[in-house]
């Protein structure tokens, strides 16, 4: 069974992609995966923590959540979704029935990088580091869709629609910039990586049907 996270800074089009992905092929999604078997969030905490490195993973969980220059709210919303996100990986690689259909994973483990973005001042250096060090140890290794988009054509959705990270629209761009940093750390931190442009003129058929046929 082959496992694709897909990830991209904040209002790239990820959902629009899966959108496009459920229509052209034979995949199986994670949202499939947590409606079946009823994934809510205190299995998700059980499944986390039946992995060996889970004390380890959740002290790095925890780190990660202190060093973060966001609310205190957000603070445990990051750790709360951080678990969920282990959690889900442990139940799709050692507990879901093996099969041939590819499974799709929205906003996966290596979506951290984008969890720790905040428009705010903090060191964002340390931050991708500490990460590093938490992929390293839960030793995924899925394969990563990366979504793209111009950057106009982000901040103008960041703008139209806003985000909970940011506040006016002068914080957009330097949340657009950190969210592209973090994106050339996980293209260092995953091997098998694809990335898809989603813009208004671009060939979008032409990009999924290269990854339907991998």
């Known amino acids: 069974m082959k496992i694709v996270e897909v990830t991209g800074i904040a209002g790239v089009g990820k959902s629009y992609i899966i959108a496009l992905l459920s229509k052209k092929g034979n995949f199986i999604f994670d949202y499939e995966i947590i409606k079946k078997y009823n994934l809510n969030d205190f299995k998700l905490l059980i499944y986390f923590f039946k992995n060996k490195k889970s004390l380890y993973l959740f002290n790095d969980i925890l780190h990660l959540a202190f060093l973060l220059n966001i609310p205190l709210f957000n603070k445990i919303n990051f750790i709360r ?18 099969n041939k259909r590819t499974v799709i994973v929205d906003e996966g483990v290596s979506h951290l990088y984008q969890n720790v973005v905040s428009h705010r001042k903090q060191n964002n250096q340390k931050l991708r580091t500490l990460v590093n060090k938490l992929i390293d140890k839960s030793e995924v290794s899925h394969e990563i869709i990366v979504v793209t988009a111009k950057d106009e054509e982000v901040f103008q959705r960041l703008q139209s629609r806003g985000h909970k990270r940011i506040k006016s629209e002068k914080e957009i761009d330097n949340f657009i910039k950190m969210g592209k940093d973090n994106i ?17 003129n671009g060939n ?4 999924l049907n290269k990854i339907i046929g991998k």
């Open 81 to 98: 979704n951080s678990i969920k996100k282990f959690g889900k990986n442990y139940f799709i690689t050692s507990s879901l029935p093996d």
């Open 184 to 200: 050339k750390a996980l293209n260092k931190q995953f091997y098998t990586i694809t990335q898809i442009e989603n813009n208004i």
């Open 204 to 207: 979008l058929d032409f990009e």
